[in-house]
Nanobody, 125 residues
Framework: QVQLVESGGGLVQTGGSLRLSCAASGRTFSNYVMGWFRQAPGKEREFVAAVSWSGGGSPYYADSVKGRFTISRDNAKNTMYLQMNSLKPEDTAIYYC?????????????????WGQGTQVTVSS
């Protein structure tokens, strides 16, 4: 059974940094795409970033985080990361890790097969 477990969320001041982790288990992810989404109170879940587990191609970012966030993965540890710098109050949300079978990067949540339980990120002004 596939499990995705996020960690690393917390409270940080504006301009600060956090690194989120997503530990993946339960299958081989070599032909999967891994993504990060977030959901703020009262808003729909939105795409943040995606990367191919095999490392092919460039990562894909939402415009709102481009240049501030970096997605990466460590295949040996079966773990994906989201390094978040220059955080803003509008980045406050629950951040979810997701996995999608197949090679194409996607920003559409309906394309993702597996989801983690989420980790809270709060950015204070």
């Amino acid at each position: 059974q596939v499990q995705l477990v996020e960690s690393g969320g917390g409270l940080v001041q504006t301009g600060g940094s956090l690194r989120l982790s997503c530990a993946a288990s339960g299958r081989t992810f070599s032909n999967y795409v891994m993504g990060w989404f977030r959901q703020a109170p009262g808003k729909e879940r939105e795409f943040v970033a995606a990367v191919s587990w095999s490392g092919g191609g460039s990562p894909y970012y939402a415009d709102s985080v481009k240049g501030r966030f970096t997605i990466s993965r460590d295949n040996a540890k079966n773990t994906m990361y989201l390094q978040m710098n220059s955080l803003k109050p509008e980045d406050t949300a629950i951040y979810y890790c997701a996995a999608k079978s197949g090679w194409g990067l996607s920003s559409l949540r309906q394309h993702y097969d597996y989801w983690g339980q989420g980790t809270q990120v709060t950015v204070s002004s």
